[in-house]
C-alpha cells in the first residue's frame, strides 16, 4: 500500500492541502462513510474471497452509481488479479480493491489527473457552461465568479439563459450578491447575440473572465443542441481558442444517464471539464469513476452547498482521500 | 442509447436454448441475469433489483418458462406482470377539500422541477377542473425563486402570493391562505425551496408548514434522471411528510427512469403526473404499464400512437397519401407533410419510442436531422407558388435566387430537387406495384431511396 502511503504523507506534509482534504472529508463524509464503511464490512464478513464476496462488492459500487458497465469490468479485473496473486483472505484483497479503484480515477497518468481551469494570463478567459436543466449551471457561475474575484480577476457574466422563467433575474442576484457585472438581454431574445453582447463588453471592459450561462437542455433535444453549438461557434469567432473551458454541469444524484449527458454535450460543444454539484447530498458521485473511465473528461470542480463559498476545485487526490480515509487509517 | 432493452439482452441466451430445444435451470439463471442487468442499467435501485429479481426467478423456474416453447418471451411477459403489478395503476387524481380552499404542497430537492411543476399543475386545475389556484412563493433562498414563480403567474395570468424573503416561510403561507379564503381561490399550490432530506433546519421548516395548514396533497417532485439514490431521498422525505404522491420530472429526456420502480417500491406512493418539457402545458398523467416498458427499453408504443392521434389531422394525411399515389404531389404537399410529422415532436424522441428503433441500423445511421428538415423548408419557401406546384420550370437563375433566398447552397438545392423528383418516381412505382396487384416485392429503386431530410 506504498501508493496510498505516499498519498497520505503529502496531505499531513502540506497545510493547504490538509485544509482541502478536511473539506473535502467534511462535504463527503457521508459519501466516505458509507462507501468505505461498506467495503469494511465487506471485508468483514467474508473471510474467503468467494463468488458471493464479489456479488456483494458489485453491489457496493453499483449502489454508488459507478455504472453498470463499470463496475463489471473492475469485478472482472479483480477477479483475475486476485487468482493471478492468488489471494483468498479477504484481507488482502481490500487493498487490490482500493488500487483497481484508484487507478480508475487516475487514469494512465497519475501526475496530470488534478487539471485546473485552462486560464488566459494576460487576456480574456471566456468559460461556458452547458448541462441538462437544474443541475446547477447558474449556481456555480456565481460561486466561480466569487472565487476568482477573490483572486483578484475581473469577472463578469453573461445571461445566455433567455428561455426559462427568472434565469436572468437568478443569474443578476449572483452578480449583486458577488459584485460583478451581468450583461444581459431581455426573457426570449437570441442567447447567441447576448453571449456576442457578453464578449464585446468583456474585452471593451478589459474583463479577465467572462462566464457564459445556458438555459438548461435534455441532450436528446436536437434543436436545443444545435442552439448550443452556435452559441459556442460565436464565441471561437469573437476570440481565437476561446471558450476557453466548456464545462459540462452534473448533478451529483443523477444516474447512468450522466454519461449520455457527457457524451452528447461533448459532441455539441466539446466538453472541457465536468462540475459535480450537489456532492453535499446522499449521492455519491461515484459517476465520476464511470465518466473518468469511459470517456476520459477530467472533473474540475466539485459543488457542495447552496452557499457562495461551496465551491472546490476537484482534487482527484483529496477526492480519493476522502472517499477512502477510513481504509487508510487502519 | 447504449442501453440495449431488455429483449436484445435475452437473444443469446435464447439463442442457446433453440439450439438444445431444452430450457434448463440454468439458462433461467443466466436470463433473470440478464433482467438483473437490465433493471440497473435503467437505474433501478439495487436492493429493489434484487426483491424483484427473486420473486421473478420463482416464478420462471416453476413450469412457466421452463416447460415453455419460447423461454424468452415467457421470461419477458413475467417481467412486465410483476412490474406492473409492483408499479401499481393509473392514478392521477388531485385532492379536493370538504371546504376550499384546498392546499398542495410541492417538496424536493434543489432543482427537481417544483417551481416548473406547481404551474403546470396550476394550468392544468384551470384547463381540466375549472379550478381559480393560487400559487404561494414560499422559496426564499434560491435567488430569484419568487421572480421565477411570478414570471409563471404572469404566463399562466394566475396570482402569485408573494411577501419578499424578509420573512419565514411558515408565515408566508399562513398569509396566502388568508388570501385564498378572502379572494375565494380553490386551490393553494405552495412552492417550497428545494432542500436536502438531510437538512434537518429546512426539513423541519417544511413540517411546520404542514401542520399549519394541513395540506390535503404534498407532492414529492423527482428527477427522473435520479439513480441509486432515489430510494434514500423518497423514503426520507416520505418518513418526513408522509407524502401523498409523487411527480416525476424531466421524462421527456432519454433516461431509462428506473428510479420511479425504486420510488414506488420504498414509498408505496403513487406516481401521478409525468414531467414531459419546460413548457406549462408539458404536465402529462403518469402511466405505470408505459414506464415498465421504458424501463426495460420495449419503447412506448402507447405514447406514441397518442402522440400521433393528437397532433396529426387525419383527413389531411389521407388526402395527402392519395395525392401520393396519384404523383400530383407538390413541394406544398411536401412541406405540409413535413408540418404534419414535426407536430408530433422532435422526431428523435419519437423514433425513441418505437421499440428496437436503436437496435436497427438503418434507422440509427439515419440519424433524422432536425436541422435539415429546417434547411429543406427554408428552400422550398423560397420557391415561388409557381416553381413549387412544377418543378420542372426551375433553372440555374431560379436555383440561385432560391439558394440565396434561403441562405442555402445551390447544391443543396439541386439535391432536394433531385431527391424530391426520384420521390415522386417512387411513389409513382409503388401505386403501379400496387395496382398490379403484385405483392412483396420491393421497386429495386426504394433501396437507395431517402427523404431529403433523413
Ligand atoms: N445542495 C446543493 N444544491 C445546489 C448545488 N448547486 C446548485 N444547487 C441548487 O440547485 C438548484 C438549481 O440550481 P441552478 O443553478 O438554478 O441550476 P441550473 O443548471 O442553472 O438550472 P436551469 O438553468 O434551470 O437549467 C438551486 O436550488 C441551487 O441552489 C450544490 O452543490 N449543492
Ligand atoms: N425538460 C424538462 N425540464 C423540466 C421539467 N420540469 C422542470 N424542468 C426544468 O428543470 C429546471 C429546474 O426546474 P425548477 O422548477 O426551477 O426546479 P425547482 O425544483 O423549483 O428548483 P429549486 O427551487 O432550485 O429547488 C428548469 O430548467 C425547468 O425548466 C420537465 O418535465 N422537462
Ligand atoms: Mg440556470
Ligand atoms: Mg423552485
Known amino acids: 500500500m506504498s501508493f496510498f502511503k505516499k498519498l497520505k504523507d503529502k496531505f499531513q506534509s502540506n497545510q493547504s492541502n490538509e485544509e482541502v482534504s478536511y473539506k473535502y472529508k467534511e462535504g463527503l463524509s457521508k459519501t466516505r462513510k458509507s462507501f468505505s464503511e461498506k467495503i469494511n464490512d465487506l471485508v468483514a464478513r467474508y473471510r474467503k474471497v468467494d463468488e458471493d464476496f464479489f456479488e456483494d462488492l458489485e453491489e457496493v459500487l453499483i449502489a454508488a452509481d459507478v455504472g453498470v458497465s463499470t463496475v463489471m469490468d473492475l469485478i472482472d479485473e479483480l477477479k483475475m488479479e486476485v487468482k493471478r496473486r492468488n489471494i483468498s483472505d479477504s484481507q488482502e484483497v481490500k487493498s487490490v480493491i482500493s488500487e483497481k479503484l484508484v487507478d480508475i480515477y487516475y487514469g494512465e497518468d497519475e501526475e496530470d489527473a488534478a487539471v485546473g481551469l485552462n486560464m488566459q494570463e494576460n487576456d480574456l478567459t471566456v468559460i461556458l457552461f452547458v448541462g441538462v436543466n437544474g443541475v446547477g449551471k447558474t449556481t456555480t457561475i456565481g460561486k466561480l465568479a466569487h472565487q476568482l474575484k477573490s483572486e483578484g480577476k475581473k469577472v463578469m457574466l453573461t445571461a445566455g439563459d433567455t428561455f426559462r422563467a427568472g434565469a436572468i433575474e437568478q443569474l443578476s442576484e449572483w452578480g449583486k450578491r458577488v459584485d460583478v457585472e451581468v450583461i444581459k438581454h431581455s426573457e426570449g431574445s437570441d442567447p447567441a447575440a447576448v453571449i456576442y453582447d457578453g464578449i464585446r463588453a468583456a474585452k471593451s471592459r478589459q474583463a479577465d473572465v467572462l462566464l457564459c450561462d445556458t438555459a438548461g437542455r435534455l441532450q436528446n433535444k436536437v434543436n436545443l443542441m444545435n442552439e448550443l453549438s452556435k452559441v459556442k461557434r460565436v464565441i471561437e469567432r469573437e476570440i481565437p481558442n476561446a471558450p476557453h473551458e466548456v464545462l459540462l454541469v452534473l448533478d451529483a444524484t443523477t444516474g447512468q444517464n450522466a454519461l449520455s449527458q457527457a457524451k452528447t454535450f461533448s459532441e455539441a460543444t466539446n466538453v472541457s471539464g465536468i462540475v459535480l454539484t450537489k456532492l453535499d447530498g446522499t449521492a455519491k458521485g461515484g459517476i465520476v469513476l464511470a465518466i473518468r473511465n469511459e470517456l476520459g473528461i477530467p472533473v474540475k470542480l466539485v459543488g457542495l452547498g447552496e452557499k457562495v463559498t461551496d465551491l472546490q476545485n476537484f482534487d482527484p487526490q483529496a477526492f480519493v482521500y476522502g472517499l477512502f480515509a477510513d481504509m487508510l487509517d487502519d | 442509447m447504449a442501453f440495449e432493452g431488455l429483449a436484445d439482452r435475452l437473444q443469446n441466451t435464447i439463442q442457446k436454448i433453440k439450439g438444445k430445444g431444452k430450457v434448463t435451470e440454468q439458462d433461467v439463471k443466466e436470463m433473470t441475469r440478464e433482467v438483473r442487468l437490465a433493471l440497473l442499467e435503467a437505474d433501478v435501485n439495487f436492493k429493489v433489483v434484487k426483491d424483484f429479481i427473486k420473486k421473478v426467478k420463482e416464478r420462471a423456474v416453476g413450469e412457466e418458462v421452463m416447460e415453455s416453447l419460447t423461454p424468452g418471451q415467457q421470461v419477458i411477459k413475467i417481467v412486465k406482470e ?373
Do not use: C
Open chain 2, 82 to 454: 410483476e412490474l406492473s403489478a409492483l408499479m401499481g395503476g393509473d392514478e392521477s387524481r388531485i385532492a379536493v377539500a370538504d371546504r376550499p380552499p384546498t392546499v398542495i404542497m410541492m417538496v424536493g430537492l434543489q432543482g427537481a422541477g417544483k417551481t416548473t411543476t406547481t404551474g403546470k399543475l396550476a394550468n392544468l386545475l384551470r384547463k381540466k377542473y375549472n379550478r381559480k389556484p393560487l400559487l404561494v412563493a414560499a422559496d426564499i433562498y434560491r435567488p430569484a425563486a419568487i421572480d421565477q414563480l411570478e414570471t409563471l403567474g404572469k404566463q399562466l395570468d394566475m396570482p402569485v402570493y408573494s411577501a419578499g424573503t424578509d420573512i419565514s416561510p411558515v408565515e408566508i403561507v399562513n398569509q396566502a391562505m388568508a388570501k385564498a379564503k378572502e379572494e375565494h381561490l380553490d386551490y393553494v399550490l405552495i412552492d417550497t425551496a428545494g432542500r436536502l432530506h438531510i437538512d434537518g433546519d429546512l426539513m423541519d421548516e417544511l413540517i411546520q408548514i404542514k401542520s399549519n395548514v394541513k395540506p390535503n396533497e404534498i407532492f414529492l417532485v423527482v428527477d427522473a434522471m435520479t439513480g441509486q439514490d432515489a430510494v434514500n431521498v423518497a423514503e426520507s422525505f416520505n418518513e418526513q411528510l408522509d407524502v401523498s404522491g409523487v411527480i416525476l420530472t424531466k421524462l421527456d429526456g432519454d433516461t431509462r427512469g428506473g428510479a420511479a420502480l425504486s420510488i414506488k417500491a420504498v414509498t408505496e406512493k403513487p406516481i401521478k403526473f409525468a414531467g414531459m418539457g419546460e413548457k406549462l402545458d408539458q404536465l402529462e398523467v403518469f402511466h405505470p404499464e408505459r414506464m415498465a416498458s421504458r424501463i426495460l427499453g420495449m419503447g412506448d408504443v402507447l405514447s406514441l400512437i397518442e402522440k400521433a392521434q393528437e397532433n396529426v389531422d387525419e383527413k389531411r394525411a389521407k388526402e395527402l397519401e392519395e395525392k401520393m399515389r396519384s404523383a400530383s404531389f407538390t413541394f406544398d404537399d411536401f412541406l405540409e407533410q413535413m408540418g404534419q410529422v414535426r407536430k408530433m415532436g422532435p422526431l428523435d424522441e419519437l423514433l425513441d419510442m418505437i421499440p428496437g428503433s436503436n437496435k436497427m441500423k438503418g434507422l440509427k445511421n439515419v440519424e433524422i436531422d432536425e436541422k435539415q428538415i429546417s434547411h429543406v423548408e427554408a428552400v422550398i419557401q423560397s420557391m415561388t407558388a409557381e416553381e413549387r406546384q412544377d418543378p420542372s420550370i426551375m433553372n440555374a437563375g431560379r436555383k440561385k435566387r432560391i439558394a440565396k433566398g434561403s441562405g442555402r447552397s445551390v447544391s443543396e438545392v439541386n439535391r432536394l430537387l433531385k431527391q424530391f423528383d426520384e420521390m415522386k418516381k417512387m411513389m409513382k412505382q409503388m401505386t403501379n406495384m400496387q395496382q398490379g396487384g403484385k405483392k412483396g416485392k420491393k421497386g429495386k429503386k426504394g433501396k437507395g431511396f431517402n427523404f431529403p431530410f433523413m
